[in-house]
């Protein structure tokens, strides 16, 4: 995590504009006048996304939504094909780029448009109103250019494939862990709800008493928010899992979590 919030903040302090909102492509002793690609947007929305599940600050997750809003904004021509759908993987204001390509192959490293498909379902997964709607929907409209593809050589773009299985599930699993941070109960908590694999499953951790913390919820997730302040106990961890933030009851010891994470979806 030190490693990996330390990439972090420093391609967010040499790498990113924070007026623009918009990433240059490299650095070598100093930020090169390349613009990013598409794949440098979608990469690092993963990993900020990574970043903060596993226990990275709020800051991670607002930056994540600052860049996939800047990659989807269709008031400029910076990756969206507004004709055809999709995201190009260069920029459209470089006038020297004669042709620009849209890639619907997965090789050793998955497309742009494969991964920001995945990143759209789980920022989905985690707010509510018409944030999340509108990144479901821009989600099933990625699909959709690539529908020929999926059909036809589901086996060129694994990743995309992996994406609508998520995008099929009807009701995504949550695991809230609301607490102090950080502490070894936390982290323990925080370990318990990453032990079992499931692609379907979001965590969400919230310390009441960060004000930041507190302000992103209830702009972009009240029930988030609501759970905090209902939950919150001064010498403990409580962990939540729900569906679609219909939940169950509170826990707070890692074995309660992994018998509710052990249940079938339909069970909770």
């Known amino acids: 995590m030190e490693v990996a919030e330390k990439a972090a903040s420093f391609i967010r302090r040499q790498l990113y504009d924070q007026q623009t909102h918009r990433l240059q492509h490299s650095f070598r002793n100093g930020p090169a006048k390349a613009p990013g690609f598409l794949d440098d947007y979608a990469f690092l929305i993963s990993g900020l996304l990574d970043l903060y599940e596993f226990g990275g600050g709020i800051n991670w997750l607002v930056w994540a939504t600052e860049l996939q809003d800047t990659q989807a904004r269709t008031d400029d021509e910076l990756f969206l094909d507004k004709e055809g759908g999709g995201y190009f993987n260069t920029p459209g204001e470089d006038p020297s780029v004669l042709l620009r390509v849209k890639e619907d192959h997965d090789g050793a490293e998955p497309s742009g448009n494969s991964v920001s498909v995945i990143n759209l379902v789980r920022l989905a997964s985690m707010v509510t109103g018409t944030k999340s709607d509108y990144y479901r929907q821009n989600a099933e409209h990625l699909l959709a250019v690539f529908e020929t593809r999926l059909k036809d050589m589901a086996v060129a773009v694994p990743l995309m494939c ?66 905090a302040k209902n939950n919150f106990a001064a010498d403990k961890v409580v962990a939540l899992v729900c569906q679609n933030f219909t939940c169950s009851a509170p826990v707070t010891d890692p074995g309660s979590l992994v018998a509710l994470l052990s249940q079938k979806t339909t069970s909770l």
């Open 162 to 227: 992996c994406g609508t299985d998520m995008l099929s599930v009807p009701s995504g699993k949550q695991v809230v862990l609301v607490g102090h941070k950080p502490s070894s109960e936390f982290e323990n908590m925080l370990a318990t709800a990453h032990a079992l694999y499931d692609p379907n499953k979001t965590v969400i951790h919230i310390d009441p008493s960060n004000a930041e913390e507190m302000q992103f919820w209830e702009e972009k997730n009240s029930n988030v928010a609501l759970m």
